[in-house]
């Protein structure tokens, strides 16, 4: 079973930046999809960002395209989400998951591709 930590959460105000990490145990071997999710008080859990970790395709959700980028560093078997320009809408539980599944444009979003999930890091944007 692959596990997964978030780390990097806060409260800041409008604006401003983030940057959270996701440590992924057995990076290499069974892992070939990362996905950020978040999910707001009283709302369905959202894709935001995902990337391929066997190169360099990544995948944005439409409210978050230009402000938001997922990157990955192997050596450290991590991924990031830096999150600029922070709105109050960007408020909400951000969890990292991993898929033995490549990424696909059309499912990278989908909760059912992914089989492991972290516990989550809060992120709060107000003034």
């Known amino acids: 079973q692959v596990q997964l930590m978030e780390s990097g959460g806060g409260s800041v105000q409008p604006g401003e930046s983030l940057r959270l990490s996701c440590v992924v145990s057995?990076?290499?071997?069974?892992?070939?999809?990362v996905g950020w999710f978040r999910q707001a008080s009283g709302k369905d859990r959202e894709g935001v960002a995902g990337?391929?970790?066997?190169?360099?395709?990544?995948y944005y959700a439409d409210s978050v395209k230009g402000r938001f980028t997922i990157t990955q560093d192997a050596a450290k078997s991590t991924v990031y989400l830096l999150m600029n320009d922070l709105k109050p809408e960007d408020t909400g539980m951000y969890y990292c998951?991993?898929?033995?599944?490549?990424?696909?444009?059309?499912?990278?979003?989908?909760?059912?591709?992914?089989?492991?999930w972290g516990q989550g890091t809060q992120v709060s944007v107000s003034s």
């Open positions: 998951a991993a898929s033995p599944l490549q990424c696909r444009s059309y499912s990278w979003y989908t909760e059912n591709e992914y089989n492991s």
């Open positions: 057995e990076y290499f071997y069974t892992t070939n999809c």
């Open positions: 990337i391929y970790t066997g190169g360099t395709t990544t």
